[in-house]
């Protein structure tokens, strides 16, 4: 289901309400049967400033695919990873973009969740 190439926004899921609220971007390199290999960034939501927060430098990940504690989304063959940012609009409501063609709403039921 998930294939080389290509550009993956995954959530990891909270286990409890004090937990950091981690994302991560990036394109997969290398899959397994339980599990890939994907290079790209991770945003940290910084509850002081209310806003996810980019690492600086770019990391690799291996991400279980059989877990239940992370949610993938595949993001368009054109997004660019160098370009991923967060954005809130005028509604409040929290979007993963790359200011071209990937445009994700992450927040469909609550406010900056």
């Given at each position: ?27 997969v ?40 504690g ?20 005028s509604e ?22």
């Amino acid at each position: 289901m998930i294939d080389i190439g290509e550009k993956v926004h995954i959530i990891e899921r909270r286990l409890f309400d004090g937990d950091v609220r981690r994302h991560f971007f990036g394109e997969v390199e290398r899959v397994e049967n339980a599990a890939m290999r994907v290079t790209g960034y991770a945003f940290l939501y910084d509850a002081g400033s209310t806003k996810y927060v980019r690492s600086a430098n770019r990391r690799t990940r291996i991400i279980p695919l059989a877990s239940s504690g992370f949610i993938l989304n595949v993001a368009p063959a054109g997004t660019q990873v160098e370009k991923v940012r967060y954005e809130e609009n005028s509604e409040g409501r929290l979007t993963v973009t790359d200011g071209g063609s990937f445009s994700l709403d992450i927040n469909e039921f609550s406010r900056l969740r």
